[in-house]
């Protein structure tokens, strides 16, 4: 009876988790105007630049990734005498997109775990209580650690965003100054 309670409390955390998760399946939320910037970004660089910052961003999804570590990245790619901060920001547009993938893939294995509970559930009123007691508790806790992962992973692709947003800004900004200084 504790172990069934204890199953259902951790279905119930596990699907909390995947609320926000529902909303992984969908394209990425980029803040406004990234993704018209980036399309802007890659018509006007030469291409194999922007090749170079794509490889660079998908190669930096797995670790924190901000506008200092993209124009680093990036700077091997300058080989036609590109802007690095259009080069930096076509990587960072790239490892969130990267970040967004690896995050479904998470949620993908919470989804197959809690399924398979599902089922352990299921035949746990036709076999004998004892014996699947200890499986699902094995299950539970990989699962335990399949929701950390999925927690470090949103948590990532929101401080990307973030330095996103800020560059885009800074951007913004800067064209703001020189069509002042133009006046």
């Known amino acids: 009876m504790i172990q069934s309670a204890r199953a259902i409390l951790g279905a119930a955390i596990v ?5 926000p998760m529902a909303r992984a399946g969908e394209a990425p939320v980029f803040p406004p105007g990234a993704e018209v910037r980036e399309g802007r970004l890659f018509t006007r660089l030469p291409p194999a630049a922007s090749q170079c910052a794509v490889r ?3 190669g930096h999804s797995r ?3 901000g506008e200092a570590d993209a124009r680093a990245a990036v700077q091997g790619c300058d080989r036609d005498g590109a802007d690095i901060q259009a080069l930096a920001f076509i990587a960072l547009m790239e490892s969130g997109k990267s970040a967004q993938e690896d995050l479904r893939a ?3 294995e919470v989804r197959a775990a809690n399924q398979a509970k599902a ?3 299921e035949a746990e009123v036709q076999v004998e ?3 699947m007691a200890d499986r699902k508790d094995s299950l539970s806790d990989l699962s335990q650690m399949q929701s950390l992962r999925l927690q470090m992973y949103m948590d990532r692709r929101s401080k990307l965003y973030e330095t996103l947003s800020n560059m885009m800004k800074k951007a913004g900004d800067t064209d703001s100054t020189i ?3 133009l006046k």
């Open 56 to 58: 660079q961003g998908r």
């Open 179 to 181: 069509v002042g200084n």
């Open 63 to 65: 670790g924190p990734f």
């Open 106 to 108: 998470v949620a993908e």
């Open 15 to 19: 699907a909390g988790l995947l609320a």
């Open 129 to 131: 209580r004892e014996r």
């Open 119 to 121: 089922k352990l559930r």
